[in-house]
């Protein structure tokens, strides 16, 4: 049981302003494992306060020595690793390899790239008789999900350091414990006081404080579609500059010639990866109608693989969705799936057996999934696929481009070049190609509904840069 009661303000543990906290519960015991404050408008002006205070001083520091400072970060969190998985598993639910492997590991990596580019990025240059000046935004607002804690905060805060840009972080009310770890990290590290501040709290409270705060030059979001319309508007209104990475119901597109084994079994991991819980997951899985039946066999057969179980245990591929809201929303949009005539071929809305305690979803998969079906629409965020059915390739870039969203995608062809012609026409932020590795320096973010704005590498970077040019 870790009970905290400080927020990390100008470099230092201060008691939060209210009394009220936050219970951090373990979604795989349903047992209360931390508090932590509940912040207000107080902490968030105190905060703001700090980085406003520290901009002059980080903005001005060369980029040599924020470049240092962020290598220094690395080295702490990557000391921090164990602790950073194990955190993460006790809050979110992860399966502890996972944990280690993606939620301590990629932004470890992740905080490595900005160190280098902060050392590396051209912050001017020259075009025809003028100066380019690349300066930072000022104060950002880093507001942060609850499905990835830790990658999630390294994506905004680092480039934003880099930049030299001060930061105000308000992480997701579920998984406030690993943003602590991170804190400490970035006293270790020895940025200095007030570049980096946290502030836990709820959405409403102390995310809008620090949405609406005249003293943030930028909002980050990352959260649902929704919450970013909202932030939007806040945002547009102050006429401040905004970052959004919102929802997505990403299409995996098999094309005839494909392996198709492979591109099945790797589309089910991908959805069951996080308990579903990633808003880049392969969530509609689109196959030709001559090998349709025989996809769904071996997705049914796949999922099948994915026992729900203790997150501890090493050996674990799929633990509990993160709170009983999550789960209850999950189950809904399952027996909603079998309302509308969908086929259910794995799984389903009853809680996995022999699991009293604990959020747990079982792996589901759909098929006889048609376009205009609620599950082929909306963002359920649970380990659910739906399969569809195509006959041809427009057909499939139809339906694969038929969303709202446009977040990320995969497509699986005979060779490269099929693969790479078809992904051109899928109007989306990102796209794997015949299984093609996740690349950290790769710009990530969406289109249209999915968000504005780009995270990670260089793209993410210039998100917290404006220019000025000086004529000669």
């Not at 702490?76 to 390899?97: H, K, Q, S």
């Not at 093609?436 to 704005?453: D, H, I, M």
């Amino acid at each position: 049981m870790q009970a905290h009661n400080g927020m990390y303000i100008d470099g230092e543990w201060r008691p939060a302003a209210g009394t009220e906290t936050i219970e951090v519960v373990d979604p795989a015991t349903e047992e209360i494992i931390g508090t932590v404050p509940a912040g207000t408008a107080e902490d968030v002006d105190a905060a703001v306060a700090a980085a406003r205070a520290a901009l002059p001083g980080w903005a001005a520091t060369p980029p040599a020595e924020r470049a240092a400072r962020l290598g220094a970060l690395h080295d702490a969190l990557a000391a921090r690793r164990e602790a950073i998985a194990a955190t993460v598993t006790a809050e979110l639910g992860a399966p502890l390899a996972f944990s280690q492997a993606v939620h301590a590991d990629l932004p470890i990596t992740v905080a490595g790239t900005y160190a280098r580019l902060a050392a590396e990025h051209p912050f001017e240059e020259r075009l025809g008789n003028s100066r380019v000046l690349h300066e930072p935004v000022g104060v950002v607002g880093a507001i942060t999900p609850w499905n990835y804690p830790l990658h999630q905060v390294v994506a905004k805060v680092a480039p934003a350091l880099a930049a030299g840009c001060t930061v105000v972080l308000k992480p997701a009310e579920d998984t406030p414990l690993v943003a602590r770890l991170f804190a400490e990290a970035v006293a270790e590290a020895g940025v200095p006081a007030g570049v980096f501040n946290l502030v836990t709290g709820r959405g409403p409270v102390a995310g809008q404080a620090l949405a609406e705060h005249d003293g943030v030059d930028m909002v980050s979001f990352t959260g649902s579609t929704a919450v970013g319309r909202r932030i939007g508007a806040i945002a547009g209104g102050a006429v401040k500059r905004v970052a959004l990475e919102l929802g997505g119901k990403s299409a995996n597109v098999i094309l005839p010639g494909a392996d198709l084994v492979k591109a099945v079994k790797i589309g089910v991991g991908n959805v069951m990866a996080n308990a579903g819980q990633t808003c880049s997951a392969w969530t509609r899985m689109l196959v030709h109608a001559d090998r349709y039946d025989e996809a769904v066999e071996i997705a049914a057969a796949a999922a099948a693989k994915y026992t729900p179980g203790d997150p501890t245990d090493p050996a674990t591929r799929l633990g509990p969705v993160v709170n009983a809201g999550q789960r209850e929303r999950v189950t809904g949009y399952i027996r909603t799936g079998v309302e509308e005539g969908a086929a259910l071929v794995a799984g389903g809305a009853d809680a996995p057996e022999g699991m009293e305690r604990g959020y747990y979803v079982r792996p589901t998969v759909f098929a006889g999934v048609t376009p205009g079906m609620t599950i082929a629409r909306e963002e359920i965020f649970g380990p659910v696929l739906s399969i569809l059915r195509y006959e041809d390739a427009d057909d499939a870039a139809r339906i694969a481009n038929d969303s709202a969203y446009g977040l990320s995608g995969a497509v699986w062809a005979a060779d490269d070049e099929t693969a790479t012609a078809f992904a051109r026409r899928l109007q989306t932020g990102q796209v794997d190609v015949n299984g093609g590795r996740f690349n950290p320096l790769a710009p990530f973010g969406g289109y249209k509904q999915s968000g504005v704005g780009r995270e990670l590498g260089p793209h993410g970077l210039t998100e917290y840069l404006q220019t000025k040019s000086l004529q000669f």
